[in-house]
């Protein structure tokens, strides 16, 4: 069973970037589809970006391409997203998802999650 532990969240200004990293134990990494999602106070969770297995193919929410890149280190056991040009409505709880098949942009699908990290994004 994989276990997930996010990091990298925090407060920055509008038009700022964070790295969101999530560190993956305890199962064979590269076998798991991979997303990222988010959720505000008051609002359900939404995804964000997802990557395959191998890392060759991701999809991102309209409200995020652009300015986030999600990528993945299978001999590291990582997952990253980077956010560029934060906005104010990007301030959530982001968490790491995975699953043991292919990446999905349903948060239902997805049988393992780490606590989430916070970001906060000031205007």
């Known amino acids: 069973q994989i276990r997930l532990v996010e990091s990298g969240g925090g407060l920055v200004q509008a038009g700022g970037s964070l790295r969101l990293s999530c560190s993956a134990s305890?199962?064979?990494?590269?076998?798991?589809?991979m997303g990222w999602f988010r959720q505000a106070p008051g609002k359900e969770r939404e995804f964000v970006a997802a990557i395959s297995w191998s890392g060759g193919n991701t999809h991102y929410a309209d409200s995020v391409k652009g300015r986030f890149t999600i990528s993945r280190d299978n001999a590291k056991n990582m997952l990253y997203l980077q956010m560029n040009s934060l906005k104010p409505e990007d301030t959530a709880v982001y968490y790491c998802?995975?699953?043991?098949?292919?990446?999905?942009?349903?948060?239902?699908?997805?049988?393992?999650w780490g606590q989430g990290t916070q970001v906060t994004v000031s205007s």
């Open positions: 305890g199962g064979t990494f590269r076998n798991y589809g």
């Open positions: 998802a995975a699953r043991p098949a292919e990446y999905s942009l349903s948060y239902w699908r997805y049988d393992f």
